[in-house]
T-cell receptor, first 114, second 109 residues
Framework: EAGVVQSPRYKIIEKKQPVAFWCNPISGHNTLYWYRQNLGQGPELLIRYENEEAVDDSQLPKDRFSAERLKGVDSTLKIQPAELGDSAVYLC????????????FGPGTRLTVT | AQRVTQPEKLLSVFKGAPVELKCNYSYSGSPELFWYVQYSRQRLQLLLRHISRESIKGFTADLNKGETSFHLKKPFAQEEDSAMYYCALSGLGGQNFVFGPGTRLSVLP
């Protein structure tokens, strides 16, 4: 079992450019989370999916961020346009339905916006 | 609003010494509290949750509702305990999941 898979692992873009991150959760995990982790801080939840439904997106900056999980399996998080302050590690996690306490994290995507 | 604070960014102890990682929270309701750990070059993973009342790798944590704290303790630290530790809380059903800023534990030989 590969665990939660994320790609790319690293991304460097110029400000105002778009960027997308992809996540494939552990097989059988209904719940998928996207977090942003700024340097020296803990992960901050951006959005949580139960299957294909976004059940908590209150922290997602909707003017520039969007996410989708069309078939209830893998998910994409997009930023358009990126700003300097978006530089961070973007983490994806998944858990079995109801077991929100045991989230399995991916390796993260480190985004640098120049 | 829910919040988790971890006052120490870095905690250094010698091998065999007791260790306590502090965590305080604010939440209007009955939260669930957790400790997550990230070892070097590994992924973030759950260490323990207050409901289970287990001791994992020698670590325990007691929820003190009066002091709104959930400190992580181990009587005898080992070098392999060196890692980043994050305290986290959630509301009912996983709502409002929040991580603290983390404490880096360094266990010196």
């Amino acid at each position: 079992e590969a665990g939660v898979v994320q790609s790319p692992r690293y991304k460097i873009i110029e400000k105002k450019q778009p960027v997308a991150f992809w996540c494939n959760p552990i097989s059988g995990h209904n719940t998928l989370y996207w977090y942003r982790q700024n340097l020296g801080q803990g992960p901050e939840l951006l959005i949580r999916y139960e299957n294909e439904e976004a059940v908590d997106d209150s922290q997602l900056p909707k003017d520039r961020f969007s996410a989708e999980r069309l078939k209830g399996v893998d998910s994409t998080l997009k930023i358009q346009p990126a700003e300097l302050g978006d530089s961070a590690v973007y983490l994806c996690a998944s858990s079995m339905e109801g077991q929100f306490y045991e989230q399995y994290f991916g390796p993260g995507t480190r985004l640098t916006v120049t | 609003a829910q919040r988790v604070t971890q006052p120490e960014k870095l905690l250094s102890v010698f091998k065999g010494a007791p260790v306590e990682l502090k965590c305080n929270y604010s939440y209007s309701g009955s939260p669930e509290l957790f400790w997550y750990v990230q070892y070097s070059r590994q992924r973030l993973q759950l260490l323990l949750r207050h409901i289970s009342r287990e001791s994992i790798k020698g670590f325990t944590a007691d929820l003190n509702k009066g002091e709104t704290s959930f400190h992580l303790k181990k009587p005898f630290a080992q070098e392999e305990d060196s890692a980043m530790y994050y305290c986290a809380l959630s509301g009912l059903g996983g709502q409002n999941f929040v991580f603290g800023p983390g404490t880096r534990l360094s266990v010196l030989p």
